[in-house]
């Protein structure tokens, strides 16, 4: 299984991203999916997490402003972000929970300047 995500980039505080990622398998079959970041000189830590049941689940710094959201049929997962923060700049992961097994995509850079 690969995952590949993309949609990162530079953006103004209060700005808004879209990230994307790409599955090389269904993702219905995914038992959690999720959307994780790490900033500089800190942990990887989660930003949302969606599971087969589509139970959610989202850290507290960003409810209300990020979105997640999945389309099956493309096999691909979304983060919607919006009123973005300086804090949340750093590397946005995408994972995907099958048989057991986690596996992440390769990451996209977001940045928001002040």
């Known amino acids: 299984v690969q995952l590949q995500a993309c949609g990162g980039g530079l953006v103004q505080a209060g700005g808004s991203l879209r990230l994307s990622c790409l599955a090389s398998?269904?993702?219905?079959?995914?038992?959690?999916m999720g959307w994780y970041r790490q900033a500089p000189g800190k942990e990887r830590e989660m930003v949302a997490l969606?599971?087969?049941?589509?139970?959610?689940n989202a850290a507290d710094s960003v409810k209300g402003r990020f979105t997640f959201s999945r389309d099956s049929a493309k096999n691909t997962m979304f983060l919607q972000m919006n009123s973005l923060k300086p804090e949340d700049t750093g590397v946005y992961y995408c994972?995907?929970?099958?048989?057991?097994?986690?596996?992440w995509g390769r990451g996209t850079l977001v940045t928001v300047s002040s």
């Open positions: 994972q995907g929970r099958l048989a057991g097994i986690d596996y």
């Open positions: 398998s269904s993702i219905s079959s995914f038992v959690v």
């Open positions: 969606i599971t087969r049941g589509s139970s959610t």
